[in-house]
């Protein structure tokens, strides 16, 4: 048998998922959302985590908090994520987190059955038609201390409050804010932010 865990935001599509994946007789399916998604993850130990990279606190469970920058799971565990080529941030964060299969959302649900099987083999798995999302998120136009600032002023942190938090002075952040705009082509920071989170970036 194949443990499968499901981590969703939304209980409607976290159930559906479940159900799905229920109906093939050689997995064993959990699900769980993200307040709990840890402690699920480290009791259950499964073969297979699978993530949908568009839910709110995905970055969080990818990343981990780990110091080596591993996610939140278990040596042995294979992450599988959902993912859309109009979001080339998520797809390289969910590639940083060291995900070995990337399914389309738009697929069908053969493929996500199909995709699970692969990666429980220690398989990759990548629909093609996540091949572009891939070439763009290889071109992040942005520096990590661009994306800092970013992230800050995306939670509504002021200049002040920013250059603290990244012990920079103000005129720093304002350079910085001013080449992410300019990079990203947004017409002011608040564009810069939702251009940003639109791609996945920050």
């Known amino acids: 048998m194949t ?5 969703h935001s939304v209980g409607l599509m976290r159930s559906a998922l479940s159900a799905l994946l229920r ?11 993200w307040r709990t998604a840890r402690r699920s993850a ?8 699978v993530v949908d990279l568009d839910c709110p606190g995905a970055a ?21 994520v959902l993912a859309s080529a109009a979001r080339p941030g998520a797809l390289r964060k969910a590639f940083e987190a060291r995900a070995l299969g990337f ?9 996500l059955v199909r995709a699970i099987r692969a990666v429980a083999r220690g398989e990759r798995f990548v629909d093609e038609s996540l091949a572009f999302g891939f070439l763009e998120a290889s071109r992040m136009p ?3 201390r661009e994306l ?9 942190d002021t200049i002040a409050e920013i250059a603290r938090g990244l012990h920079l002075s103000n005129g720093t952040v304002r350079n910085y804010m001013a080449s ?5 082509g947004a017409r002011n920071r608040i564009d810069a932010i939702r251009i940003s989170q639109g791609a996945g970036w920050v």
Not at 148 to 156: D, H, M, Y
């Open 42 to 49: 480290e009791s259950l130990r499964p073969d297979v985590c």
């Open 103 to 111: 399914v389309d959302k738009n697929g069908s649900p053969r493929r």
């Open 142 to 144: 942005l520096t990590a």
């Open 60 to 80: 969080g469970i990818l990343e981990g908090g780990q110091e080596d920058g591993g996610t939140a799971f278990d040596a042995r565990t294979r992450l599988l």
């Open 3 to 7: 443990k499968v865990l499901v981590l």
């Open 148 to 156: 800092s600032v970013l992230a800050r002023a995306a939670e509504g």
């Open 180 to 184: 992410a705009t300019r990079k990203v």
């Open 23 to 33: 109906s093939e007789e050689s997995f064993d399916v959990f699900d769980s959302g």
